[in-house]
Structures are given as C-alpha cells and as structure tokens.
C-alpha cells in the first residue's frame, strides 16, 4: 500500500563497511531521487534518475552509487562509509517538474 | 544560482493564533512552490503546491500559500494553528527545464504554545 517506501529505517555501521539502502515506489512515476538530510535538517539533492537512467548527481563523493534496475526502484550502495555520511537520506519520486512523494527515510549512523 | 530562503528558523505561536511561515525564492522565472511538512522522525508530506493559475492555493489541514511574483514570494499560512501543527515546514522550487530538481529552503520550526 505505501507509495514510496525505503529499507530499512535504521543502519547502524562501523567505518570502513559497505551498506545498501533499497527503495521502490508503486505510483508508477518515472524519476526518482535521493536526498541526504544532515544534522540541521538541511536537505540536499544527491541523486535524481528518470525512467533508470541517471540525470542529476550533485557532487557525491563516487564512495556513493546509485543503481536503477527499473523505473520502480532506486538503491543506494556507499562504499568505505564515513563519520560524516552519518544523516537520514530520503527516497522519493515524481511524476514529472511536480512534487515529489518522500519515503519515510533511511537513519543512517557511523559509528 | 536559483536558491529558497526561508526567515526564521524557529517560529513560535500560541494555539489559536495565526501561523505566517515566510518563503521567498530566486528567479526572474517563476518556478513551481510548494511547502512540505515533517513531523519528527517521518519523511516529508505535501502540504500545497503552486504550478500555474490561481495565486492562492489551498492546502491540507488549513494551510494556503499565496504566490506573489512581485516579491517573489510564496509565504504559508493558517488562520489557527493547532498544536498538532508542530513540525518542522520546508518550502521547495522546480525551476523547470529537464532536471526536475527539487530546492529546498533550510526549513522552519514551528512551536505551538498551549
């Protein structure tokens, strides 16, 4: 039933470890995104894909990568993760230059 | 650069009394604006969104923004706010073109006193 829904909710890591967040949406939109919202609650576009390919990535370090195997689902992989990838990143899609419809996020803490 | 900025951090009402969360953006072209609502530990819900038409929308729970473009500006409010309106407001822009790429202003934080 839930339109944009991202796994898992919590990630607790070391430095150093590789971890995936998966996301899917069942609104049949064509672009998805992924946002990093930080400690100030800032948010910040990483990532943005229309029908699986990629179309905005903002200066992400490459220890980020996303992969689209369908329109439907956008997972994020981070390499060598850090300290300061520490954030919730959200995953959301939109029909087109509308809104975009926000999973409930993924907390990611480094330890 | 294209860009949203949102005064105030942190806003504090009383219950009852009117909430005004300001928004202006940049650019000599307007772009779509919408305000987005989180509320703590959840992702990002729409309130109202202004593409073309009407200046003032209306949104969920209350809320309307009315778009002027000779301020650039797209403030949110409520007439009455209620104390399940406190969360955190984000006002957002597409400025079009084949990106589709969301901008976010910094947020507010709205308190509700009782």
């Known amino acids: 039933d839930t339109a944009v829904s991202q796994t898992p909710k919590y990630l607790v890591t070391q430095m150093g470890n590789d971890k995936s967040i998966k996301c899917e949406q069942n609104l049949g939109h064509d672009t998805m995104y992924w946002y990093k919202q930080d400690s100030k609650k800032f948010l910040k576009i990483m990532f943005s894909y229309n029908n699986k390919e990629l179309i905005i990535n903002e200066t992400v370090p490459n220890r980020f990568s996303p992969k689209s195997p369908d329109k439907a689902h956008l997972n994020l992989h981070i390499n060598s993760l850090e300290l300061g990838d520490s954030a919730v990143y959200f995953c959301a899609s939109s029909p087109s230059n509308t809104e975009a419809f926000f999973g409930q996020g993924t907390r990611l803490t480094v330890v | 650069a294209q860009s949203v900025t949102q005064l105030g951090s942190h806003v504090s009402v009383s219950e009852g009394a009117l909430v005004l969360l300001r928004c202006n953006y940049s650019?000599?072209?307007?772009?779509?604006l919408f305000w987005y609502v989180q509320y703590p530990n959840q992702g990002l819900q729409l309130l109202l969104k202004y593409t073309t038409g009407a200046t003032l929308v209306k949104g969920i729970n209350g809320f309307e923004a009315e778009f002027k473009k000779s301020e650039t500006s797209f403030h949110l409010t409520k007439p009455s706010a209620h104390m399940s309106d406190a969360a955190e407001y984000f006002c957002?822009?597409?400025?079009?073109?084949?990106?589709?790429?969301?901008?976010f202003g910094t947020g507010t934080l709205l308190a509700v006193q009782p």
């Open positions: 957002a822009v597409v400025y079009g073109g084949a990106t589709n790429k969301l901008i």
């Open positions: 650019s000599s072209v307007p772009p779509y």
